[in-house]
């Protein structure tokens, strides 16, 4: 399988897939442990995981008031590139569910992260 495309660098990239994942999120949660269902909630662990990475770099930011430098701009957007590395990797790793429409759902995750 080839890798998940990067996420496009820049803020508007990062918003693009602030957005789409939390609108993810929204549908996450169910009963059902196997098929889509137990694919999805995987899915939603991994992105809860990344939202999480990605507010602690945020606060990281917010913690020193105005005495932000370049170098704590540089260890936030780092952090934040390494959560979205190890998502794209965790996503990837998780493959198709096995369900009819396994690999649209798939499709659909990985452009996500386009």
């Known amino acids: 399988m080839p890798p ?7 803020p508007f990239g ?8 939390s ?5 996450c949660g169910g009963d059902d442990e196997g098929g889509a269902e137990g694919w999805a909630d995987d899915v ?4 809860a995981e990344w939202v999480g990475e990605v507010d602690s770099a945020v606060e990281s930011l ?7 430098d ?7 957007a780092d952090r ?5 590395d190890e998502l794209a990797a965790d996503l990837e790793e998780l493959g198709a569910p096995e369900v ?5 759902a798939q499709a659909e995750v990985r452009s996500l992260l386009e």
């Open 62 to 68: 917010t913690e020193g008031g105005l005495a932000l």
């Open 70 to 76: 370049e170098a704590d701009l540089r260890e936030a």
């Open 14 to 21: 990062l918003l693009a897939l602030s957005l789409a994942l």
């Open 100 to 104: 009819e429409e396994g690999a649209r």
């Open 80 to 84: 934040v590139g390494e959560a979205t």
């Open 23 to 27: 609108v993810t999120l929204a549908g």
């Open 4 to 10: 998940c495309a990067p996420v496009q660098d820049g």
């Open 44 to 47: 939603c662990v991994n992105i």
